[in-house]
C-alpha cells in the first residue's frame, strides 16, 4: 500500500525557515517523480515544486517562490523535502506531498507576525 506520511511545518516569523519532510512507502520510491502542492484557504491547490525520480531534475513552477523553496530527495531513506526560506505571509497554506494519485495527509504552514 502506497503511503505518503508528511511532517514539519508549523507557525513562523516572515523571514522565517521551515522545512517540511514526506515519508514515502509501499513503492519504488528512487523511480518516480515527486511533487509537492499547496492551498491556501479560498484557493485552489497549486504546484510548487517537481523533482523527477532518477535525475533528481528540479522544476520550480511557481514564479512566488522561486529562489526561496527547494525540493530535494533522499531515495536511500525514501524522503521527500521540501525547505522554505525567507517565508512571506502569502506562503500561509496547507502543503502536501504528492506521487501520482496519491497525497500526503497536509502540513499546515502558518506566516505571521
Known amino acids: 500500500q502506497v503511503q505518503l506520511v508528511q511532517s514539519g511545518g508549523g507557525s513562523v516569523q516572515p523571514g522565517g525557515s521551515l522545512r517540511l519532510t514526506c515519508a514515502a512507502s509501499g513503492y519504488w520510491f528512487n523511480r518516480y517523480d515527486m511533487a509537492w502542492y499547496r492551498q491556501a484557504p479560498g484557493k485552489q491547490r497549486e504546484l510548487v515544486a517537481y523533482i523527477e525520480g532518477g535525475t533528481g531534475y528540479v522544476q520550480n513552477p511557481l514564479d512566488a517562490v522561486q529562489g526561496r523553496f527547494t525540493i530535494s530527495r533522499d531515495d536511500a531513506r525514501m524522503l521527500l523535502f521540501l525547505d522554505m526560506k525567507n517565508l512571506k505571509p502569502e506562503d500561509t497554506a496547507v502543503y502536501y506531498c504528492?506521487?501520482?494519485?496519491?497525497w500526503g495527509q497536509g502540513t499546515q504552514v502558518t506566516v505571521s507576525t
Open positions: 504528492n506521487y501520482r494519485v496519491v
